[in-house]
């Protein structure tokens, strides 16, 4: 009998062998193409972007090295500079508000309530629209309430900068919340039961067995809504395009609404094409910046997750 059972184990690898075999041999077919578009749309462009960052040029053409003097020249830049120190504070309050109000909504609607699914797409329809159109749809909006009382969200940055933290948490908010739920619904039923039986509150028992069991969705949805904070353009373009304007005592004009990435933009398709290479260099100092903070995040989040 022994023998018998050795003999069908040994059947069974061979034939397994024998089926992944012809897969392994047409596993390049499929990675392949995935693999060539990766190095062409990513990889390439990457490279030659922070070749770009030490080069002054007008075209890819005829790109010149001249050192490292571009990142001088973005780092002392009095736009870049406040670009950034805005989109760090825009970022912190949009993560702070888009998860609190995710993980609420979330709550509420794995507690068993009617229409649950119907009001879970609702929430998740607002980040299906682009962000281009949600910032004209908005700015309708903030200037039909704001004109009321003499003033628009171009007129002043206190109403800019919360405009863009109302759109951005509308937008995201639905997407976080499909995120939230799957970790509701990931929690064990035992440890649910086990607090109840021991007469724990639902206040105890979220903050001692819910949230510690959350914290691989709270770690995936503090990424993206910090990275999209970061990374914000398309919203930042069409609401308020970096109005209103600060004109400083050297000349220089200051878009107080601007953020890091249409500040990139900005620079690099400004009147002045020599400045490109700046732009260039402010680019690769973007990448840095978010992946050192997107990186910190993560480690330190992942550190609080409860080992299954």
Known sequence: MEKKKKARKARGNTNSSLLTRPIRKCAVLFIGPTLVAFIIGFVFPFIQGIYLSFCKFTTTSDASLIGV??????????????????????????????????FMVAYVLTQKIKGANLFRTVFFMPNLIGGIVL??????????ILTRYGTSILMNSKWGFWG?????????????????????????????????????????????????????????????????????????????????????????????????????????????SASRGVAQAKAVIFFVLVAVISIIQMRSTRSKEVQA
């Open 69 to 102: 003097s571009n990142y001088f020249k973005a780092l002392q830049d009095p736009t870049f500079v406040h670009a950034f120190w805005y989109t760090a504070l825009f970022a912190i309050v949009s993560l702070v508000l888009i998860n609190l109000l995710a």
């Open 135 to 144: 910032g004209y749809i908005w700015s309708m909006i903030f200037d039909g």
């Open 164 to 272: 863009l933290i109302i759109l951005m948490c509308w937008q995201q908010v639905g997407y976080m919340m499909i995120i939230y739920i799957a970790g509701f619904q990931a929690i064990p039923e035992d440890m649910m039961e086990a607090a109840k039986i021991d007469g724990a509150s639902k206040f105890k028992t979220l903050i001692h067995v819910t949230i510690p069991n959350m914290m691989p969705s709270i770690t995936i949805c503090t990424f993206l809504s910090l990275t999209n904070g970061f990374k914000l353009f398309d919203q930042n373009l069409a609401l308020t395009g970096g109005q209103p304007f600060n004109f400083m005592p050297d000349g220089s004009v200051i878009k107080s609404t601007e953020m890091l990435a249409l500040n990139i933009f900005n620079t690099f398709y400004g009147q002045n």
